[in-house]
């Protein structure tokens, strides 16, 4: 397999590990299978092929968003080096575990550690009910409840699940797992 490493001086600080790797050819052309780069393009560049970057752990998930396909350390082993071009060849991510770790701290700050709302036992079946397109007066028919009850469940509903209104109601259940369509 082809693989070009973008700068000179890279290349000279990985050759002895690319030399242990008789699958691998360095070359100088373009139409090369993977990139290997201590730099990472801008985000939105297309990469048209694999890109393995070599960056500290700061500039891991940045690489990762703007298209790497592998994120090793600047002194990544001969080893690393081999397992990232194979899974780059496969069409893998491959990033140390505590870059992982991080990745998945930030996304759980992001969502702000939601956890599902509770729902009650009748309020499941009234969000079943409007999953169905039932109306107030359908869903108290079909539970025996006034409609005033089941005004009252579904209005519970919008809140804990903070929808705007039926509709988004019944989507956040699908998202959150509490409902099943």
């Not at 809140?159 to 409902?179: F, P």
Request: hydrophobic share 50%; aromatic share 0%; proline share 5%.
């Amino acid at each position: 397999m082809a693989l070009r490493i973008a700068d000179p001086r890279l290349a000279v600080r990985i050759s002895a590990h690319l030399e242990a790797l008789p699958e691998v050819e360095l070359s100088e052309e373009e139409e090369a299978e993977i990139v290997v780069a201590d730099t990472v393009p801008a985000r939105g560049e297309a990469m048209e092929v694999a890109l393995i970057a070599l960056v500290d752990g700061p500039e891991a998930v940045p690489a990762l968003r703007a298209g790497a396909d592998a994120v090793l350390a600047p002194d990544a082993s001969r080893e690393e080096l081999r397992l990232a071009i194979e899974a780059a060849v496969r069409g893998l991510a491959l990033m140390p575990a505590d870059v992982l770790g991080d990745l998945v701290d930030r996304s759980q700050a992001e969502a702000g550690d939601r956890t599902p709302p509770v729902l009650t036992t009748r309020e499941g079946e009234v969000l079943a009910l409007l999953a169905v397109g039932a109306s107030n007066k359908a869903i108290a028919r079909r539970l025996d409840i006034s409609v005033h009850t089941a005004k009252f469940h579904v209005a519970s509903i919008l809140d804990k699940l903070d929808a705007t209104g039926r509709t988004d109601a019944v989507a956040q259940g699908v998202r959150l797992g509490l409902l099943m369509l």
